[in-house]
């Protein structure tokens, strides 16, 4: 009894652990967000999962700086460097491209700048996405929990 009380125990705490780290991030300011495409690379490699901060003062922006704006004619989120600075606002451009975005950076669409990156990492949470993803997941969970209950009922008869 006393061990599947531990057990339960170390399981809440661990989700607790993880809910206040996803709840510090969030209240942070940090988001991740996954690069679909070639356009950063070399310095950022395709499905990587990128670490980006909200709390940026666009004023703050400077040319090299890699920032996530969104676009205005989908709402699609862009991972770019900024490659100059107009009286328009912030010109980007891929580091894999050889032209410009041809959309200014403004306060107005800028969302994030570039912290950090995990490469790969993006396959994970682009598999997860997904509606089998989800189920998977979830079947997961089901799994485990029904796993832990039977093996506590198994301890209970031994």
Known sequence: MKKAIKKHRTICI?????????LSLLLSGLRLCVIQS????????????????TRVDYGDLSVGDIVVYT??????????????????GAVTRGDANQTDDGISVTPD????????HIPCGGRIINAIRTPTGCAVIAALVVFLLA????????????
Request: charged residues 20%.
């Open 109 to 116: 669409n800028l969302y994030a700048r570039y912290i950090a």
């Open 14 to 22: 661990v989700a607790g652990v993880c809910i206040v780290i996803l």
């Open 71 to 88: 676009r205005p004619s989908d709402g699609q989120q862009i991972v770019h460097r900024i490659v100059d600075i107009t009286d328009a």
């Open 147 to 158: 796993w832990n209950i039977i093996d506590d009922k198994r301890r209970k008869c031994d």
């Open 38 to 53: 070639g356009s950063m690379e070399p310095t950022i490699p395709t499905y990587s999962v990128c670490l980006v901060t």
